[in-house]
Every structure is written in structure tokens, then in C-alpha cells.
């Protein structure tokens, strides 16, 4: 019983070049029988002209020499007309007497050439036969007043046998050539694919490693292949650091606020009095409510690190209507912590080349930062301007405490926090804010407020022309 299912037969390099090579040999042959045909029959034509003309004179020096006396005997006749394919053709005209002998139609359609010249050749139609006339005029000996036109025609068959019998020696030379050539690039390319060897074998030989394999022994044609596949690696092995430096980053977040959960529960069960228990729940809350903000600043800045590529292409974006929506959707959460969240700016198209849902990220990190930071009672200002080179700017002010100037740089650094706040942030949200920029290629500024608090302005650089 036949499978249901067969997988296709893979592709063979080796079959693939053959198959390139044959496809235009036999091409080449094809051609070149129809120029060595045309060649051949080109020389035949020359050599039976010739001895077409040859026979021509021949015929009219015998009947003017007086050797024949004028009348051609049944062996000459027989000798004249015969052909293997047929018959051949001829006609004697005197200029005095008409006729003399030979076909009186081919007498019709014979060319007279100037007497004494070159015998004239051309092509006639005769009983439905394509013939190669030869036509010569010479003054008569025995009549001076008069002249003799000669005219020979034979058929094209023994022309056309004869190029034939030259194409086939060389449509067989050639073939034979042609297979040697064959053989020969067969052995060639089986060589050749053999310099891929090492390269297999190194690659075979690795576990994990994730090396470049390209090396002085690797061919110029496959340096494409192997540069593509240490770009691949280079990919995996980002990837690879980056998933070691999520884990290490979660054990180190999370291990504080799984430890605090630890132990508010053996507090609770050791002290079942009601207020022990609230009490405890109540940390509880707080500390899985930190776990899983720590956990999606985890997440996030593991998206901001990625592959530009792996995380969604750049496109168009309009901040000038994505900002104020993002803005607010935020407002109640604002009123919920007891700030004052607002925009300032034009709502005027302000297009820039980016990710939608990295700058959301990114504004959605900021306002965190600000309102967090800023505490209950004080102002956070959204801020949208365009700048003079075609970009846009986009910052987000508090007037919260600040920040001392000191530790204004380091602000975008992974798990950074002042030593004197008193809100318990995982230190991740700027340093998010700092990949995405970096995506965009753009600038993120920190300063002072014009009073106290901080403001965080990101500028982002006009689009490409060919973006829009």
C-alpha cells in the first residue's frame, strides 16, 4: 500500500548545475548544426558550381572544335543527363540555326551571358525540379557570323547529400566532445562540492557553540551563506544573553518581594488574632502588587532590548493624535493617586518613523515615574512640540521633589533609584524609556524643573523622505 503522503524530492546542487550546463550545450548544438549545415551546404554549391561551369565550357569548346561534328553522340547525351536523383538537363543553341540539341524548355529559361564571358549561373523550375543552371555563349569556329549558348542544369540532390554527409561527422564529433565535456564538468562539480566538507564537519562537530564558522578555507561563493548564518548567530546569541539577563534580573527582582511574602504568611499562621492577619494581608497585597509590576518592567525592558526586527517594524506615526488618546487613558489613575495629570501642545498632524507600541510603552513609563515619584497633590504635565529640524518633542514635567543634579546620568541606568525616595519602584521604568529611544534613534534629555521636580524630554528625529 502506497503512503498517503510522500515528501518532495530535495534539491540537488549537483543535479542543478548539470542541468544549467546541458540545457544551453544542447542549445549550442542545435545552432551550431544549423551553421555547419548552412556551411556545408555553402561549399557544396561552390564545388558543383564550378564543375557545373567547367562542364559547360567543356560542352561548348567540344561542339565548337568540330570534334563531334556538331552532333553529340548517345554516349555523350547519356553522360549529360544523367543523375542518380533523376536526370540532369541540357540545351545547345545556335544563334543561325535555333536548337541545335537538348531541351527546348531549358532553352527558354536559359540566362544568355555576354559571349566569351565567365559561364553565368543561376536557379530554374523545370517538371516541377529546382535546378542550378550554367550558361556560356562563345563565337562559333565554323560560322563566324554566328554563336553557340551552351547551357548545363543540373538538380540540387547531390548538393544537399553532400552538406548532409558533412553535418553528420560533425554533429557526431561534436557529441562526442560535448559528453566528454559533460564528464568532465560532472567529475569537476563533484570536486568542487567537496571543498564544503570541513564546513560541514565543523558545524557537525559543535554542540552548543555559536561561534562564526566563516574561515579561511571557506570558498568566496559560500561566504554569503556562512555570513548569513554568523548574522543568525549573532541574533542567537543576543537572544540567549538576553534571556540569561531576564532571568537573572527576575531572580534578582523578585526574590525581595517573594522572601517579604514568605513571611507575612508564617507571621499570619503563627499570630491568628484578627489584626495580626489584616495586618499581614495587607503587605501581602502590597508585595504582589510590586512582584507584578516588577514583573511587566521585566517584561518590557526585555521587549525594548530586542531585535528591532522582533519586536515589529517601524512605521508613520502621527504623536500629535497617539499622545493625547494615550494621555488620556490615563487621567483616571491619575485622580485615583491624587495627581493633577494634563497635556500641553498643538493637536496638529507631528509624524515621526516609529514602533505604536513602544511609544506607548515609553509614555506609559514616564507618567509612571512621574506620578510614583511626584506623590499625591502635585502636577504632571504631558508636553508635545515640534522642533525646527521637521522632528518632535515630547516630555513629561512633575513638580515633585526632584532629583539631586548629581544623579541626573544615571537615571537611565537598570535598577537605579535615589537613595532617599521613599516609593518603592523596581528602578526599570527610565531604563525602558532609554531602550526605546535608542530603537527610535532618538535623544532623551534629563533636567531640573524651572521650580523643583524633573523633567524627561525625548526628542525624536524627522522621518526619512522616503517614509512618507
Known amino acids: 500500500m502506497k503512503p498517503l503522503y510522500s515528501p518532495p524530492a530535495r534539491p540537488s546542487l549537483r ?13 549550442l548544438l542545435m545552432l551550431d548544426a544549423l551553421l555547419t549545415y548552412g556551411v556545408a551546404l555553402a561549399y557544396a554549391n561552390r564545388v558543383h558550381d564550378r564543375d557545373l561551369g567547367d562542364d559547360a565550357l567543356t560542352l561548348a569548346k567540344m561542339l565548337n572544335s568540330g570534334q563531334s561534328g556538331g552532333v553529340l553522340s548517345q554516349q555523350a547525351r547519356f553522360l549529360l543527363e544523367y543523375d542518380p536523383d533523376g536526370r540532369s538537363y541540357f540545351s545547345v543553341n545556335s544563334s543561325r540555326y535555333g536548337l541545335v540539341a537538348g531541351s527546348a524548355r531549358l532553352s527558354k529559361l536559359a540566362q544568355v ?3 566569351d564571358a565567365a559561364p553565368g549561373l543561376y536557379d530554374v523550375q523545370l517538371d516541377g525540379h529546382a535546378l542550378r543552371a550554367a550558361t556560356v555563349r562563345t563565337a562559333s569556329l565554323r560560322d563566324p ?10 538538380t540540387l540532390h547531390d548538393r544537399r547529400q553532400q552538406a548532409q554527409e558533412i553535418l553528420l561527422l560533425a554533429i557526431l564529433m561534436q557529441t562526442l566532445l560535448i559528453a566528454s565535456v559533460l564528464s568532465l564538468v560532472w567529475f569537476g562539480v563533484s570536486r568542487g562540492l567537496r571543498v564544503l566538507d570541513p564546513l560541514t564537519a565543523r558545524l557537525a562537530a559543535r554542540s552548543h557553540e555559536l561561534t562564526p564558522i566563516d574561515g579561511a578555507d571557506v570558498p ?9 548564518i554568523d548574522a543568525l548567530f549573532g541574533r542567537l546569541r543576543g537572544m540567549l544573553a538576553l534571556h540569561d539577563r531576564f532571568i537573572a534580573d527576575a531572580a534578582h527582582q523578585l526574590r525581595t518581594p517573594l522572601t517579604g511574602l ?20 495587607t503587605h501581602i497585597q502590597r508585595l504582589t502588587q510590586r512582584a507584578a509590576r516588577t514583573s511587566s518592567q521585566l517584561l518590557a525592558l526585555t521587549r525594548a532590548q530586542a531585535v528591532p526586527g522582533e519586536t515589529g517594524e517601524l512605521r508613520l506615526l502621527d504623536l500629535g493624535q497617539l499622545i493625547p488618546e494615550a494621555v488620556t487613558q490615563r487621567v483616571h489613575e491619575a485622580i485615583r493617586a491624587g495627581v493633577d495629570l494634563g497635556f500641553e501642545g498643538s493637536r496638529r498632524p507631528l509624524r515621526i518613523l516609529g514602533d505604536a507600541a513602544s511609544v506607548q510603552d515609553l509614555l506609559d513609563n514616564l507618567i509612571d515615574n512621574a506620578v510614583r515619584y511626584a506623590g499625591r497633590g502635585s502636577t504632571v504635565t504631558v508636553h508635545l512640540q515640534a522642533l525646527d529640524d521637521g522632528g518632535a518633542a515630547l516630555s ?10 548629581a544623579l541626573l546620568p544615571r537615571l537611565s541606568e537598570r535598577f537605579f533609584r535615589v537613595a532617599d525616595n521613599s516609593e518603592g519602584g523596581s528602578g526599570l521604568g527610565l531604563a525602558i524609556v532609554q531602550r526605546i529611544v535608542e530603537r527610535h534613534h532618538a535623544q ?22 522616503t517614509a512618507a
Request: proline share 16%.
Open 145 to 154: 557570323a554566328g554563336s553557340l549558348t551552351v547551357t548545363v542544369a543540373e
Open 262 to 281: 514568605s513571611l507575612h504568611v508564617d507571621r499570619a499562621l503563627a499570630d491568628p488574632r484578627p489584626e495580626t492577619v489584616t495586618d499581614a494581608l
Open 444 to 465: 532623551v534629555i534629563y533636567r531640573l524643573g524651572e521650580v523643583h521636580g524633573l523633567r524627561v524630554e525625548v526628542r525624536f528625529p524627522p522621518p526619512p523622505p
Open 113 to 115: 551571358p555576354r559571349p
Open 396 to 405: 513629561v514635567e512633575d513638580d515633585g521633589p526632584g532629583v539631586p543634579p
Open 15 to 27: 543535479r542543478r548545475l548539470l542541468i544549467f550546463l546541458l540545457i544551453p550545450m544542447a542549445a
Open 220 to 228: 568566496q561563493e559560500i561566504q554569503p551563506l556562512t555570513r548569513t
